[in-house]
């Protein structure tokens, strides 16, 4: 079984699971995250890459489903990393997604079996985003804020700091027609707060999912990307008001905002 891109899209959470760590499979697929993302990349040593492989293949070969994210194009893993990804059509997640053509191709060698989610986690892939979202093949795009602050030599926690990246990321993919990105992750696994703050301010600029490294950060996650009972309210409201201009707890309501309301009450499958 895949996940349809229908589930992609809707998902609040993705779980990253290290490829190594088969054990932990099972326990991230039931930690109700929308998805999850088993690492063959940078959770995993070199001399564990071919091991971690298995795992996946073993993985997708008995019937469960997961975002794999392959190693690099370029590096002595990808081909098998995607070929075993392909074999069982499961979405891949690319890092270091910045050169489109590249990702065009990834696709055609998987004949359009597997969803594209190219991790956007550098300077080039920022300033080529609108490129690389409207690449066939791409579903959704993530944000890899720990990598992309290193390359900037920014503390990746800085909301001021990386609020140009992230808010390129919601403008590329509306621009590709694609439904909004995924945010990075917070690495404060034990810091409610600061996962708290991540989320509202992510929410704030559009995104309306957030990539996780631990099952503790699904249900704040899961929950607060979700439309508040105000928000709701309000766009019910709006709905119910009909197609015409008018006013409401005097606000201008008219078609964009009406879009906005449907959009609203879509995510929460209203």
């Known amino acids: ?3 349809s891109r229908s589930r992609l899209e809707a998902a609040r959470s993705l779980l990253f699971v290290p490829g190594h760590r088969p054990d932990r499979f099972a326990k991230a697929a039931s930690s109700g995250a929308g998805a999850i993302i088993i690492d063959l990349e940078d959770a995993v ?22 975002v794999v994210r392959i190693n ?9 990393d ?24 990834l696709a055609c060698r ?6 594209l989610l190219p991790l956007i986690e550098t300077a080039a892939g920022v300033e080529r985003a609108t490129e690389v979202c409207a690449t066939a093949g791409t579903v959704r795009v993530a944000f890899g804020n720990v990598d992309l602050s290193g390359q900037l030599g920014i503390a990746h926690d800085d909301h001021m700091a990386l609020t140009y990246a992230r808010s390129r990321l919601v403008s590329a993919s509306v621009a590709a ?4 990105p995924i945010d990075g992750v917070t690495t404060s696994v034990k810091d409610t707060g600061a ?10 600029l559009g995104f309306t999912g957030k990539l996780c490294i631990h099952p503790a950060q699904i249900p704040a996650v899961t929950a607060h990307f ?20 008018t006013v409401i707890d005097g606000q201008m309501v008219d078609k964009p905002v009406l879009e906005r309301a449907r959009r609203i009450l879509a995510a929460a499958g209203d």
């Open 1 to 3: 079984m895949t996940l």
């Open 45 to 66: 040593a070199a001399p564990d890459k071919d091991r971690s492989r298995d795992n996946v293949a073993a993985w997708l070969g008995a019937g469960n489903n997961a």
């Open 72 to 80: 690099p194009p370029g590096t002595p893993w990808c081909d098998a």
């Open 82 to 105: 995607l070929e075993v990804a392909a074999r069982y059509g499961a979405p891949v997640m690319v890092p270091k997604s910045e050169d489109p053509a590249v990702l065009a191709e």
């Open 110 to 115: 998987t004949a359009g079996k597997c969803a």
């Open 177 to 180: 027609g694609l439904c909004p």
């Open 195 to 204: 996962l708290a703050e991540d989320i509202t301010h992510a929410r704030r």
């Open 226 to 245: 979700a439309p508040t009972e105000s928000e709701l309210r309000w766009a019910r409201t709006v709905v119910d008001a009909g197609d015409s201009v």
